[in-house]
């Protein structure tokens, strides 16, 4: 089974910075890495799938990059809708675990 | 537009039993695989069960394999979560979520809250 360890757990940043955040997986997963956002209480939102590819509505300043086992998610120039949680998640096999997620908190 | 909106959760007691329910809108619900994603509180993400557009494969998490089963009602654009010999850290949100590429989630409901006490 893979399993994604998402690096750093929580970052601290202020608006108008960049954020990036790690996701890596046990084994290859190939590109088939995708991103989530949560803010609290709210349902996740598809941000990136297949490790570089936005969904729809996702703005430019999220990006994503990576193959094989490491992998990293982007936010250029943070905005105070930024600030939530950000999990990993693979499509490789089954079972389908997510990471443990990071936290993108206000400075 | 698209939307997911589950229903069924309550407070049980350990050993008990519900039924989660997911009701889908504004896709054809028969092309999609669909999926279970849960989230205790203040805790991360857990994938908990798929089942395919057709019905004819389904996977679960290692945590409730045997005591959970996925099903859908085509006719009724509803997906299901049959929840057996529930457990207190069975306690969370439990999300339904539309496959749209073979594991990618988009989109989500907004949850049925399960709470599991005595």
């Known amino acids: 089974e893979v399993v994604l360890t998402q690096s750093p757990a929580t970052l601290s940043l202020s608006p108008g910075e960049s954020a990036t955040l790690s996701c890596r997986a046990s084994?290859?997963?190939?590109?088939?890495l995708v991103w989530y956002q949560q803010k609290p209480g709210q349902a996740p939102r598809l941000l990136i799938y297949?490790?570089?590819n936005r969904a729809t509505g996702v703005p430019a300043r999220f990006s994503g990059s990576g193959s094989g086992t490491d992998f990293t998610l982007t936010i250029s120039s943070l905005e105070p809708g930024d600030f939530a949680v950000y999990y990993c998640?693979?499509?490789?096999?089954?079972?389908?675990?997510f990471g443990q997620g990071t936290r993108v908190g206000i400075k | 537009q698209v939307e997911l909106v589950e229903s069924g959760g309550g407070v049980v007691q350990p050993g008990g039993s519900l039924r989660l329910s997911c009701a889908a809108s504004?896709?054809?619900?028969?092309?999609?695989?669909m999926n279970w994603v849960r989230q205790a509180p203040g805790k991360g993400l857990e994938w908990v069960a798929n089942?395919?557009?057709?019905?004819?494969?389904?996977f679960y998490a290692d945590s409730v394999k045997g005591r959970f089963t996925i099903s859908r009602d085509d006719s009724k654009n509803r997906l299901y979560l049959q929840v057996n010999s529930l457990r207190v850290e069975d306690t969370a949100m439990y999300f339904c979520?539309?496959?749209?590429?073979?594991?990618?989630?988009?989109?989500w409901g907004q949850g049925t809250l399960v709470i599991v006490s005595s």
């Open positions: 979520a539309r496959d749209v590429h073979n594991g990618v989630f988009d989109p």
């Open positions: 504004g896709f054809v619900f028969s092309h999609h695989g």
């Open positions: 089942i395919w557009n057709d019905g004819t494969k389904k």
């Open positions: 084994q290859s997963v190939g590109s088939s």
């Open positions: 297949d490790a570089s």
């Open positions: 998640q693979h499509r490789s096999d089954w079972p389908r675990p």
